[in-house]
T-cell receptor
Framework: DVKVTQSSRYLVKRTGEKVFLECVQD?????MFWYRQDPGLGLRLIYF???????EKGDIPEGYSVSREKKERFSLILESASTNQTSMYLC????????????????????FGPGTRLTVT | QKEVEQDPGPLSVPEGAIVSLNCTYS??????FMWYRQYSRKGPELLMY????GNKEDGRFTAQVDKSSKYISLFIRDSQPSDSATYLC???????????FGQGTELSVKP
């Protein structure tokens, strides 16, 4: 049974703080993703990674960075948190074998963590 | 215009009702269509996956794709309170681009 865990369920930070969100998966998946989920906007891809130390920008990477030092762990970093980054952050992982035409971002079966609700005040 | 449109609801139905959830899309290149279910305080999980047009059935759930109308549906028969969740449609083009998610429809099934 795939398990994706996120370091915090709820987080409150002040404007300008550096914020780390951590995600760990236990299924030896190659691909990992960070999304944010906002009412009326659905899920939007921030960054994804297809291998250790590899990263690719998603649709809304501005204000974020990521780190993948180990295969099972993918961290999202908010360098200087702002109020417009208040959101639900979801991490996901997938196997390369679930990808359309072997493109990592097109893994149609992604396994999600429970999410971190971040509030920036 | 968003690539994928989904009515956010909320939708409230009595137990046993047939539920119809829908998405429309504008990109005719989409070929792969998914439905994810998200329970409260949980991440989404894949419910059903369909390629191109047609129907796919899994127990009480039926996914339907009408590419000529750019319209997809998820039907839930004999709905149960345990079906109460947010349902998100997601799509991919034939080149395997990024998953594009709808906004999600919040469904509540009342006992």
């Amino acid at each position: 049974d795939v398990k994706v865990t996120q370091s915090s369920r709820y987080l409150v930070k002040r404007t300008g703080e550096k914020v780390f969100l951590e995600c760990v998966q236990d299924m030896d998946h190659e691909n990992m993703f960070w999304y944010r989920q906002d009412p009326g906007l659905g899920l939007r891809l921030i960054y994804f990674s297809y291998d250790v130390k590899m990263k690719e920008k998603g649709d809304i990477p501005e204000g974020y960075s990521v780190s993948r030092e180990k295969k099972e762990r993918f961290s999202l970093i908010l360098e200087s948190a702002s109020t417009n980054q208040t959101s639900m952050y979801l991490c996901a992982s997938s196997s390369i074998w679930g990808a359309i035409r072997r493109r990592v971002e097109s893994s149609y079966e992604q396994y999600f963590g429970p999410g971190t609700r971040l509030t920036v005040t | 215009q968003k690539e994928v449109e989904q009515d956010p609801g909320p939708l409230s139905v009595p137990e046993g009702a047939i539920v119809s959830l829908n998405c429309t899309y504008s990109n005719s290149a989409f070929q792969y269509f998914m439905w994810y279910r998200q329970y409260s305080r949980k991440g989404p999980e894949l419910l059903m996956y369909t390629y191109s047009s047609g129907n796919k059935e899994d127990g009480r759930f039926t996914a339907q794709v009408d590419k000529s109308s750019k319209y997809i549906s998820l039907f839930i028969r004999d709905s149960q309170p345990s079906d109460s969740a947010t349902y998100l449609c997601a799509m991919l083009d034939n080149q395997g681009g990024k998953l594009i998610f709808g906004q999600g429809t919040e469904l509540s099934v009342k006992p």
